[in-house]
């Protein structure tokens, strides 16, 4: 072979092995890829089916129940309420009226959170969460 069709194949191979750690990467990112959703969202239908997401707005005021380690609450953005399932213990921070972002599955019309984060300063909205929000009206 002539050392010109060496470098080519060399250069060949590269690009194929730069294209297939590409691949993996992005197959990488989209795996973890976790979607914001707000109720109203749900409501219409919006929430990526089958996969985990992320349930944010403000914990409605009187859904709050507890059944031993099982807590039960309503997610609300001021148009629509979805019923959030958690089980295990909530943030200090947590209380009715206060915004909160619940990361887990959509089980029929319930939401069956694995985690939950409560808002550390009443003054201080994600801007996604904010923009949601006030585009279903509840600010």
């Known amino acids: ?21 590409g691949g993996l990467v992005l197959k990488a990112f989209r795996q973890n890829l976790v979607f914001f959703v707000t109720p109203s969202e749900i409501a219409r239908g919006e929430a990526p089916a089958g996969s985990r997401f992320r349930l944010g707005g403000l914990v409605a005021p009187g859904s709050l129940q507890r059944d031993g380690d099982r807590v039960r609450f309503n997610v ?22 206060r915004g909160v972002v619940a ?25 996604d969460a904010a923009a949601a929000l006030k585009k279903a009206g509840a600010r």
Request: no cysteine; glycine share 8%; aromatic share 6%.
């Open 76 to 97: 609300t953005d001021g148009a629509r309420d979805v019923a959030v399932s958690y089980r295990g213990t909530l943030p200090d921070l947590f209380r009715e009226g």
């Open 1 to 21: 072979m002539k050392p010109r069709h060496v470098r080519l194949l060399g250069l060949l191979a590269m690009l194929a092995l730069l294209a297939l750690a």
């Open 103 to 127: 990361q887990g599955r959509l089980s029929g019309l319930a939401f069956v959170a694995d985690e939950v984060l409560a808002k550390h300063d009443e003054n201080y909205m994600p801007p």
